[in-house]
């Protein structure tokens, strides 16, 4: 099975910070790398899909660059909305999440 | 719009088996996704636990795979989870998820989740 790495698991910042958030397979999963928002009691929400590209309606201020085994996504100014919980997903072989980073308000 | 609505017991008691469909609509369960199921125990992060596709074909997670049972409905638009043996470690919410066939895939629409507690 491939295993996907999150880090940090928590971080604090502030509205219009630029964040970055890593994720890291255990083997090469190439560019096949989805990352999710998540909302409290909501279901996750698709941000990015095949390492760096922009899902339909997703602010252009999330990015999402990486291939092989080392992704990251990076918010460039972080907005009140932002604040949320995010997953990487690969999707080389069957789906495995990583462990989530929640980003929360300084 | 697609639209994905799970529905089921919310408690289900330790030792029974776990059901839930999944209706769509807005879209052919005979389209080429496969049809997945994901779930989130409370206060954790999210775990895969199987997919199907309209032809029957289907893929578990290993760790899950002996009590797993996913089936779909094409006259209903609809698919299923069975989870056998279920213990209070499948307490969580499960969502039903739409997954593309093709490379590169991704999960672009999900279900809003319903919590099943595993309790007597």
């Known amino acids: 099975d491939i295993q996907m790495t999150q880090s940090p698991s928590s971080l604090s910042a502030s509205v219009g910070d630029r964040v970055t958030i890593t994720c890291r397979a255990s083997?090469?999963?190439?560019?096949?790398l989805n990352w999710y928002q998540q909302k409290p009691g909501k279901a996750p929400n698709l941000l990015i899909y095949?390492?760096?590209t922009l899902q339909s309606g997703v602010p252009s201020r999330f990015s999402g660059s990486g291939s092989g085994t080392d992704f990251t996504l990076t918010i460039s100014s972080l907005q009140p909305e932002d604040f949320a919980t995010y997953y990487c997903?690969?999707?080389?072989?069957?789906?495995?999440f990583g462990g989530g980073t929640k980003v929360e308000i300084k | 719009q697609v639209q994905l609505q799970e529905s089921g017991p919310g408690l289900v008691k330790p030792s029974g088996t776990l059901s839930l469909t999944c209706a769509v609509s807005g879209g052919s369960i005979s389209s080429s996704h496969w049809w997945s199921w994901v779930r989130q125990p409370p206060g954790k992060g999210l775990e895969w636990i199987g997919e199907i596709y309209h032809s029957g074909s289907t893929n578990y997670n290993p760790s899950l795979k002996s009590r797993v049972t996913i089936s779909v409905d094409k006259s209903k638009n609809q698919f299923s989870l069975k989870l056998s043996s279920v213990t209070a470690a499948d307490t969580a919410v499960y969502y039903c998820?739409?997954?593309?066939?093709?490379?590169?895939?991704?999960?672009?629409?999900w279900g809003q989740g319903t919590l099943v507690t595993v309790s007597s």
């Open positions: 095949a390492a760096s």
């Open positions: 083997q090469s999963i190439s560019g096949y």
């Open positions: 997903q690969q999707s080389y072989s069957t789906p495995q």
């Open positions: 998820a739409r997954k593309g066939w093709a490379q590169p895939n991704f999960f672009d629409y």
